[in-house]
């Protein structure tokens, strides 16, 4: 079962007879370490699932831990592959990146994969084009204020997450047709 598991951090296991831990695939090392790092070939383990790849980001938000380099590799290689899991999974996916509480950094680094502009495509564009010579940073700001509301103990219902993020984006596109 352990090598079947998408991160080494999630395929530990726990003896409840000696009070230890078992693990096959050094997650202990990576826990220590700060790791995420995909079990076996990342390009393999990607293409078979790609929504691993959007985990493996949601779980280095999450911890603060970095992406182990051959994993960030592939990821930021087969980002286009995500296209391909199905929309049902992907909206329970991504409510999950943003609603846990490090929504911001889970953002940044879904920007700097790639992730974001296949996922977002439409809205990607939106935030590489400047406006007025400044960038767009609602939607960082809009993260923001959702982590702190998730830290605090308050629930962001999904219909407010996305009309934050889509708030200054979708009033600028009605601009244009008035």
Not at 28 to 52: C, H, K, N, S, W
């Amino acid at each position: 079962d352990a090598l079947r598991r998408d991160l080494t951090i999630n395929a530990l296991f726990y003896n409840i007879a000696d009070y230890s831990v078992i693990d096959y695939v050094n997650g202990m090392e990576d826990l220590q370490r700060g790791l995420i790092r995909i079990i076996g070939d990342p390009a393999v383990r990607f293409t078979e699932d790609p929504v691993r790849m959007v985990r493996a980001v949601r779980f280095a938000a999450l911890l603060g831990f970095e992406i182990e380099e051959s994993t960030y590799e592939a990821m930021v290689g087969l980002r286009d592959k995500i296209a391909l899991a199905s929309p049902a999974r992907m909206y329970e996916e991504v409510q999950k990146l943003f609603l846990l509480g490090e929504g911001e950094k889970t953002y940044q680094l879904l920007r700097k994969t790639g992730l974001f502009g296949v996922i977002f495509p439409r809205l990607n564009e939106w935030v590489d084009i400047e406006d007025g010579g400044f960038p767009h940073t609602w939607i960082g700001k809009a993260l923001e204020w959702v982590d702190a509301c998730v830290q605090s103990g308050r629930k962001v219902e999904p219909h407010i997450l996305f009309g934050l993020v889509y708030g200054q984006y979708l009033q600028q596109k009605a601009a244009c047709y008035t």
